[in-house]
């Protein structure tokens, strides 16, 4: 914020596609922050995008993050563009949401951390995944059951066949398939601790840097012994939904993606409990707001969202060399 200006939190929103659609409504319809322009390679979606909410679009994003009207960035473009982006932001001195990841890179990450520190500015990843109510939900029943043994987590989209340009079938635009496994199993990973253990499996067709399907298989030993499996899936046709079964020390859970209850199963009996209602997207941006304006902690900070990063590239270190990785 410039010093001494008060009212909403004037955002410019970079990229033009769904993500870009779903931050600039929660935007628009907040009080304590209000959009001002927006960037996109895209001259349609941009205009539209731009024209719903009645304000200027422009194809040089780099001149948009630098808008004097301008204290903070949304970055919802695909991965392989975050850090540069995210570091133009910073560099021109505004606050950065960005999607997850951060990086692609540990070294493109830490980048980002110091800029904003030698700042004083605010990062905040849009890791929305954990924060939803239904993952929510199930670390609160895990915790009721004395904590997660072995959280199996398998995320499938269903009817997922390729067909043409799909950046998420591209590893030199969204990253290689683990970034996904990684960043869509974090609920199996948000606030366990440090991982003793971690070992990858991953197979795709064809070999390359495009692919058709993908499986990445993600397996995870924490410092509380507790055990994570991440199964990763694209470009499969099938029925099959995403889900999680939390096998706890008192108990076991079952979570579908397609389901608006999770199943909790302990020495009193089988149960289903409604999952309430919430609005992730939302909360990130009111934590990034407190942040901002009152230095409140927020539920993934940069740092964390730098070892994301980090377990990322461990992820795909051990992958390459068909061998394991532990945090230091």
């Known amino acids: 914020m410039s010093e001494g200006r008060s009212g909403p939190l004037r955002m410019a929103i970079v990229g033009s596609g769904g993500m870009a659609v779903a931050r600039g409504e ?61 570091a133009a932001a ?35 990843v849009g890791h929305t995944s954990p924060l939803r109510p239904g993952p929510r ?27 043409g340009r799909d950046a998420g079938f591209d590893q030199r635009i969204s990253g290689h398939p683990l970034v996904y496994a990684i960043l869509l199993g974090y609920p199996a990973i948000y606030g366990r601790g440090p991982i003793t253990h971690l070992a990858t499996a991953v197979t795709q067709e064809p070999d390359g840097h495009v692919f058709d399907r993908a499986v990445a298989v993600v397996n995870l030993r ?9 199964t990763y899936r694209r470009g499969f046709d ?27 199963s302990d020495t009193d009996g089988a149960r289903t409990l409604p999952i309430p209602d919430g609005d992730p997207w939302d909360d990130e941006l009111s934590e990034f707001v407190g942040a901002i304006r009152d230095g409140r902690p927020m539920s993934v900070s940069a740092q964390e969202a730098s070892r994301v990063v980090d377990i990322i590239d461990a992820a795909r270190r051990a992958a390459d060399a068909g061998s394991a990785f532990a945090e230091t």
């Open 26 to 86: 929660r935007v628009a319809a907040r009080a304590d922050m209000s959009l001002v322009a927006v960037a996109g390679r895209n001259p349609e979606t941009r205009a539209a995008l731009a024209g719903r909410f009645g304000v200027e679009h422009s194809a040089d994003w780099k001149s948009t993050v630098a808008r004097a009207d301008v204290d903070a960035v949304i970055v919802a473009t695909h991965p392989d563009t975050h850090a540069p982006m995210g």
């Open 90 to 124: 910073l560099s021109a001195g505004k606050h950065l949401f960005s999607e997850s990841p951060l990086a692609l890179a540990p070294p493109d990450a830490a980048r980002l951390l110091r800029l904003a520190d030698e700042r004083g500015l605010v990062i905040r």
């Open 137 to 163: 939900l199930v670390r609160e029943q895990v915790a009721a059951l004395g904590g997660a043994l072995h959280d199996d987590l398998v995320i499938h989209f269903p009817y997922d066949l390729r067909a």
């Open 222 to 230: 924490f410092q509380d012994g507790g055990l994570a499996t991440i």
């Open 238 to 264: 099938g029925s099959s939904e995403s889900g999680r079964t939390v096998s706890c020390r008192q108990g076991t859970v079952d979570f579908s993606e397609a389901a608006d209850l999770i199943g909790v």
